[in-house]
């Protein structure tokens, strides 16, 4: 409140304005004190940041809005990401794939370490903060362990994986083998063939067209 206004006042705070976004984005959560004017002051979280894995630069973090004041993070030798990246907002952390390993450490980059090594070529990484999961592909499997590295076990096979990519709210995750794409609960039980590219021809009966696919993403809000 302002010093010596009285109730009703436009100059006195009269509305407290609160913005969130949807379930699964990383929330940027905005409060507003205004008066009868608009004049409002604002505080957004830290949380609306974006974070890149960066193979010349590191790990960059930026604004998730509009990309503006970029940070290196983590800076060569301690980050030459050469994979995929992935948050787990409850415990303020981040993994990313780094030639044969995969690499942790907080969202301010402090604390690296190395979580898994030895490695054949991993290349997506995904988070199940809850069941404390993490998820990775490599050419010929989709694998996951705890979020220590340890109890490491294979879910799925394949020859030519080239992506994965959870969908914790359905507990799911798909991945794409040559040029068909699959799916299966999180535990690796329920695999299924969810489109294949394998038979599609052209007008001359050729089915050599068309390309594999190179990656997988999945839509929180509608699956």
Same mark, same amino acid.
């Given at each position: 409140?302002?010093?010596?206004?009285?109730?009703?006042?436009? #100059?006195?705070?009269?509305?407290?304005?609160?913005?969130?976004?949807?379930?699964?984005?990383?929330?940027?959560?905005?409060?507003? !004190?205004?008066?009868? @004017?608009?004049?409002?002051?604002?505080? =957004? =979280?830290?949380?609306?940041?974006?974070?890149? !894995?960066?193979?010349?630069?590191?790990?960059?973090?930026?604004? !998730?809005?509009?990309?503006?004041?970029?940070?290196?993070?983590?800076?060569?030798?301690?980050?030459?990401?050469?994979?995929?990246?992935?948050?787990?907002?409850? #415990?303020?952390?981040?993994?990313?794939?780094?030639?044969?390993?995969?690499?942790?450490?907080?969202?301010?980059?402090?604390?690296?370490?190395?979580?898994?090594?030895?490695?054949?070529?991993?290349?997506?990484?995904?988070?199940?903060?809850?069941?404390?999961?993490?998820?990775?592909?490599?050419?010929?499997?989709?694998?996951?362990?705890?979020?220590?590295?340890?109890?490491?076990?294979?879910?799925?096979?394949?020859?030519?994986?080239?992506?994965?990519?959870?969908?914790?709210?359905? =507990?799911? @995750?798909?991945?794409?083998?040559?040029?068909?794409?699959?799916?299966?609960?999180?535990?690796?039980?329920?695999? =299924?063939?969810?489109?294949?590219?394998?038979?599609?021809?052209?007008?001359?009966?050729?089915?050599? @067209?068309?390309?594999?696919?190179?990656?997988?993403?999945?839509?929180?809000?509608?699956?």
């Amino acid at each position: 409140m302002r010093e010596g206004t009285q109730p009703g006042d436009p #100059r006195r705070l009269n509305k407290v304005v609160v913005t969130c976004v949807l379930q699964d984005f990383i929330p940027p959560l905005t409060l507003s !004190a205004c008066d009868l @004017f608009g004049h409002c002051a604002t505080k =957004s =979280s830290d949380e609306d940041r974006m974070y890149i !894995a960066d193979s010349r630069a590191g790990i960059v973090r930026a604004s !998730a809005f509009d990309g503006s004041g970029q940070q290196v993070i983590v800076a060569p030798p301690n980050a030459n990401p050469t994979g995929g990246l992935a948050l787990d907002m409850p #415990r303020q952390q981040m993994y990313w794939v780094e030639a044969n390993a995969i690499k942790r450490a907080n969202l301010d980059g402090t604390q690296v370490q190395n979580i898994l090594s030895s490695l054949n070529a991993p290349k997506r990484v995904g988070v199940d903060s809850g069941a404390g999961k993490l998820y990775w592909n490599e050419p010929s499997a989709v694998k996951r362990a705890n979020l220590d590295g340890s109890g490491a076990q294979t879910l799925a096979s394949g020859t030519a994986i080239a992506a994965m990519a959870l969908d914790v709210t359905r =507990s799911a @995750f798909y991945w794409v083998d040559g040029k068909t794409m699959y799916r299966a609960n999180l535990d690796g039980s329920g695999r =299924s063939s969810v489109v294949s590219l394998e038979d599609e021809k052209d007008f001359r009966g050729n089915t050599s @067209f068309l390309h594999s696919f190179l990656d997988v993403a999945v839509n929180p809000q509608t699956g």
